[in-house]
Protein backbone atom coordinates (compact mmCIF):
# COMPACT_ATOMS: atom_id res chain seq x y z
CA UNK A 1 0.00 0.00 0.00
CA UNK A 2 1.08 3.51 -0.98
CA UNK A 3 2.43 5.77 1.55
CA UNK A 4 -0.95 7.94 1.64
CA UNK A 5 -3.47 5.20 2.41
CA UNK A 6 -7.14 6.73 3.03
CA UNK A 7 -8.63 5.54 6.69
CA UNK A 8 -10.31 3.10 4.72
CA UNK A 9 -7.39 1.32 3.18
CA UNK A 10 -6.13 1.41 6.59
CA UNK A 11 -9.36 0.01 7.89
CA UNK A 12 -8.69 -2.83 4.69
CA UNK A 13 -5.47 -3.66 6.44
CA UNK A 14 -6.34 -3.65 9.65
CA UNK A 15 -9.59 -6.25 8.65
CA UNK A 16 -7.25 -8.06 6.86
CA UNK A 17 -5.30 -8.84 9.20
CA UNK A 18 -8.07 -9.66 12.06
CA UNK A 19 -9.63 -12.53 9.62
CA UNK A 20 -5.97 -13.19 9.22
CA UNK A 21 -5.20 -14.23 12.50
CA UNK A 22 -8.53 -15.51 13.01
CA UNK A 23 -8.18 -17.79 10.13
CA UNK A 24 -4.60 -18.94 12.03
CA UNK A 25 -5.82 -19.12 15.49
CA UNK A 26 -8.72 -21.57 14.57
CA UNK A 27 -6.26 -23.64 12.63
CA UNK A 28 -4.67 -23.69 16.33
CA UNK A 29 -7.45 -24.35 18.49
CA UNK A 30 -8.68 -26.76 16.10
CA UNK A 31 -5.55 -28.46 17.03
CA UNK A 32 -6.16 -28.48 20.56
CA UNK A 33 -9.34 -29.49 20.28
CA UNK A 34 -8.66 -32.70 18.65
CA UNK A 35 -5.50 -33.12 20.83
CA UNK A 36 -8.11 -33.21 23.76
CA UNK A 37 -10.61 -35.42 21.89
CA UNK A 38 -12.94 -32.84 20.94
CA UNK A 39 -13.49 -33.24 17.05
CA UNK A 40 -16.55 -32.00 16.54
CA UNK A 41 -15.26 -28.90 17.88
CA UNK A 42 -11.79 -29.14 16.06
CA UNK A 43 -14.47 -29.68 12.77
CA UNK A 44 -15.94 -26.63 13.81
CA UNK A 45 -12.95 -24.02 13.99
CA UNK A 46 -11.01 -25.87 10.67
CA UNK A 47 -14.53 -24.83 8.93
CA UNK A 48 -14.59 -21.89 10.39
CA UNK A 49 -10.84 -20.93 9.90
CA UNK A 50 -11.84 -21.70 6.20
CA UNK A 51 -14.44 -19.00 6.02
CA UNK A 52 -11.98 -16.59 7.24
CA UNK A 53 -9.48 -17.07 4.21
CA UNK A 54 -12.54 -16.38 2.25
CA UNK A 55 -13.14 -13.11 4.35
CA UNK A 56 -9.21 -12.06 4.10
CA UNK A 57 -9.35 -13.10 0.38
CA UNK A 58 -11.95 -10.10 -0.14
CA UNK A 59 -9.91 -7.49 1.61
CA UNK A 60 -7.01 -8.30 -0.14
CA UNK A 61 -9.03 -8.38 -3.59
CA UNK A 62 -9.64 -4.46 -2.48
CA UNK A 63 -6.00 -3.60 -1.26
CA UNK A 64 -4.35 -5.63 -3.90
CA UNK A 65 -7.04 -5.59 -7.46
CA UNK A 66 -5.88 -9.18 -8.84
CA UNK A 67 -6.16 -7.49 -12.35
CA UNK A 68 -3.57 -4.90 -11.34
CA UNK A 69 -1.06 -6.99 -10.02
CA UNK A 70 1.87 -8.36 -11.83
CA UNK A 71 4.40 -11.33 -11.22
CA UNK A 72 6.70 -8.70 -10.54
CA UNK A 73 4.21 -6.47 -8.12
CA UNK A 74 3.52 -9.52 -6.42
CA UNK A 75 7.27 -10.10 -5.92
CA UNK A 76 8.17 -6.73 -4.81
CA UNK A 77 5.43 -6.80 -2.75
CA UNK A 78 6.25 -9.55 -0.71
CA UNK A 79 10.20 -8.66 -0.66
CA UNK A 80 8.53 -5.65 1.33
CA UNK A 81 6.81 -7.35 3.44
CA UNK A 82 9.72 -9.54 4.53
CA UNK A 83 12.07 -6.51 4.56
CA UNK A 84 10.14 -4.69 6.84
CA UNK A 85 10.07 -7.44 9.12
CA UNK A 86 13.58 -8.69 9.13
CA UNK A 87 15.49 -4.57 9.22
CA UNK A 88 12.20 -3.06 11.16
CA UNK A 89 9.57 -4.85 13.04
CA UNK A 90 11.38 -7.44 15.09
CA UNK A 91 14.67 -5.38 15.76
CA UNK A 92 12.15 -3.13 17.07
CA UNK A 93 10.46 -6.01 18.76
CA UNK A 94 13.45 -7.30 20.12
CA UNK A 95 14.61 -4.10 21.99
CA UNK A 96 11.64 -3.96 24.06
CA UNK A 97 11.59 -7.86 24.85
CA UNK A 98 14.90 -6.99 25.92
CA UNK A 99 13.64 -4.32 28.20
CA UNK A 100 10.97 -5.94 29.48
CA UNK A 101 13.24 -9.18 29.88
CA UNK A 102 10.76 -11.66 28.04
CA UNK A 103 14.22 -13.70 26.47
CA UNK A 104 11.24 -16.46 24.74
CA UNK A 105 10.39 -13.81 23.08
CA UNK A 106 14.00 -12.23 22.31
CA UNK A 107 14.91 -15.73 20.71
CA UNK A 108 11.75 -15.96 19.43
CA UNK A 109 11.83 -12.45 17.70
CA UNK A 110 15.45 -13.53 16.64
CA UNK A 111 14.70 -16.75 15.10
CA UNK A 112 11.97 -15.04 12.61
CA UNK A 113 13.93 -12.01 11.84
CA UNK A 114 16.40 -14.25 10.15
CA UNK A 115 13.70 -16.39 8.34
CA UNK A 116 12.16 -13.09 6.92
CA UNK A 117 15.45 -12.18 5.66
CA UNK A 118 15.61 -15.74 4.24
CA UNK A 119 12.32 -15.49 2.56
CA UNK A 120 13.44 -11.67 1.38
CA UNK A 121 16.26 -13.46 -0.47
CA UNK A 122 14.42 -16.30 -2.04
CA UNK A 123 11.79 -13.49 -3.43
CA UNK A 124 14.76 -11.62 -4.57
CA UNK A 125 16.04 -14.26 -6.55
CA UNK A 126 12.80 -15.75 -7.83
CA UNK A 127 12.74 -11.41 -8.81
CA UNK A 128 15.92 -11.83 -10.30
CA UNK A 129 15.26 -15.33 -12.39
CA UNK A 130 11.83 -14.06 -13.59
CA UNK A 131 12.90 -10.43 -14.87
CA UNK A 132 15.86 -13.52 -17.07
CA UNK A 133 13.79 -15.61 -17.82
CA UNK A 134 11.23 -12.33 -19.80
CA UNK A 135 14.27 -11.73 -21.40
CA UNK A 136 15.10 -15.22 -22.96
CA UNK A 137 11.52 -15.56 -23.95
CA UNK A 138 12.13 -12.43 -25.60
CA UNK A 139 15.30 -13.79 -27.53
CA UNK A 140 13.43 -16.77 -28.43
CA UNK A 141 10.56 -15.01 -29.67
CA UNK A 142 12.35 -12.81 -32.11
CA UNK A 143 14.59 -15.46 -33.00
CA UNK A 144 11.66 -17.37 -34.09
CA UNK A 145 9.81 -14.80 -36.55
CA UNK A 146 13.13 -14.20 -38.18
CA UNK A 147 13.41 -17.72 -38.82
CA UNK A 148 9.99 -17.07 -39.85
CA UNK A 149 10.34 -14.79 -42.49
CA UNK A 150 13.24 -16.37 -44.00
CA UNK A 151 10.98 -19.07 -44.49
CA UNK A 152 7.71 -17.11 -46.23
CA UNK A 153 10.41 -15.10 -47.91
CA UNK A 154 11.48 -17.80 -50.47
CA UNK A 155 8.89 -17.61 -52.93
CA UNK A 156 9.67 -14.11 -54.23
CA UNK A 157 5.89 -12.68 -53.40
CA UNK A 158 6.75 -8.95 -53.25
CA UNK A 159 3.84 -8.02 -51.50
CA UNK A 160 3.48 -11.13 -49.18
CA UNK A 161 7.30 -10.32 -48.25
CA UNK A 162 6.15 -6.53 -47.06
CA UNK A 163 3.44 -7.82 -45.25
CA UNK A 164 5.35 -10.72 -43.45
CA UNK A 165 7.96 -8.00 -42.07
CA UNK A 166 5.87 -5.95 -41.18
CA UNK A 167 4.03 -8.36 -39.42
CA UNK A 168 7.08 -9.33 -37.64
CA UNK A 169 8.02 -5.58 -37.08
CA UNK A 170 4.93 -5.08 -35.37
CA UNK A 171 5.14 -8.59 -33.17
CA UNK A 172 8.61 -7.34 -32.57
CA UNK A 173 7.45 -3.70 -31.31
CA UNK A 174 4.61 -5.23 -29.17
CA UNK A 175 7.44 -7.94 -27.79
CA UNK A 176 9.51 -5.00 -26.47
CA UNK A 177 6.58 -2.54 -25.80
CA UNK A 178 5.08 -5.40 -23.76
CA UNK A 179 8.35 -6.24 -21.90
CA UNK A 180 9.30 -2.54 -20.66
FE1 LIG B 1 -14.59 -13.32 9.40
FE1 LIG C 1 8.21 -14.59 6.09
Redesign the pocket.
Known amino acids: MHNHATQTEKNLQSAFAGESMANRKYLYFAKIARKLGADEVADLFEETAHQETGHAFAHLELLYPSNEMTVERILELAIEG ?1 LY ?1 TNQMYPEFERIAVEEGDQAAVSEFQEQAR ?2 QE ?1 ADIFIKAAKRFKALGLVERFHANRYIKALDKVQNKPADLESELQDKQTAKNQEQSNTGTAA
Do not use: F, V
Request: hydrophobic share 0%; charged share 60%; aromatic share 0%.
Open positions: EEESH
